[in-house]
Nanobody, 115 residues
Framework: QVQLVESGGGLVQPGGSLRLSCAAP????????MGWFRQAPGKERVIVAT????????SYVDSVKGRFTISRDNAKNTVYLQMNSLKPEDTAIYYC????????WGQGTQVTVSS
C-alpha cells in the first residue's frame, strides 16, 4: 500500500496564498500522472488539477484556473499545489493521488479561507 502524506494547509484570509505538498515515503510518483483533489463540507471529492508524469502537461478545473499551479519534482517524489488569490469557496480538505485515484487516500490537509 502507498501511504500518501499531504501537508501545507492552514487558515488563510481571502486573497492569500498557500503551497501544498504531497509525498509518498518509499514510493515513486514518476510513472504516474498525479492530481490534487478537494472535498468541501457536505460535498463529494472532486479533482481540481492534474500534472503529467513529466510535469509538462497540466490541467485545471475552471474555478481554479489562473490561481492554482500544480507541479512536481520527481527527484524528490513530491507533488505541489501553489494556491494564490484564495477564496472562501476554496475551503476544503485537499488530497493528492494519481489522476485516477489509484493509491489509497491519505488524510489530506485542511485549507480554510476566511476573514
Amino acid at each position: 500500500q502507498v501511504q500518501l502524506v499531504e501537508s501545507g494547509g492552514g487558515l488563510v484570509q481571502p486573497g492569500g496564498s498557500l503551497r501544498l505538498s504531497c509525498a509518498a515515503p518509499g514510493r515513486t510518483f514518476s510513472p504516474y500522472a498525479m492530481g490534487w483533489f478537494r472535498q468541501a463540507p457536505g460535498k463529494e471529492r472532486v479533482i481540481v488539477a492534474t500534472v503529467g508524469f513529466s510535469g509538462i502537461i497540466t490541467s485545471y478545473v475552471d474555478s481554479v484556473k489562473g490561481r492554482f499551479t500544480i507541479s512536481r519534482d520527481n527527484a524528490k517524489n513530491t507533488v505541489y499545489l501553489q494556491m494564490n488569490s484564495l477564496k472562501p469557496e476554496d475551503t476544503a480538505i485537499y488530497y493528492c493521488n494519481t489522476r485516477g485515484g489509484t493509491f489509497d487516500w491519505g488524510q489530506g490537509t485542511q485549507v480554510t479561507v476566511s476573514s
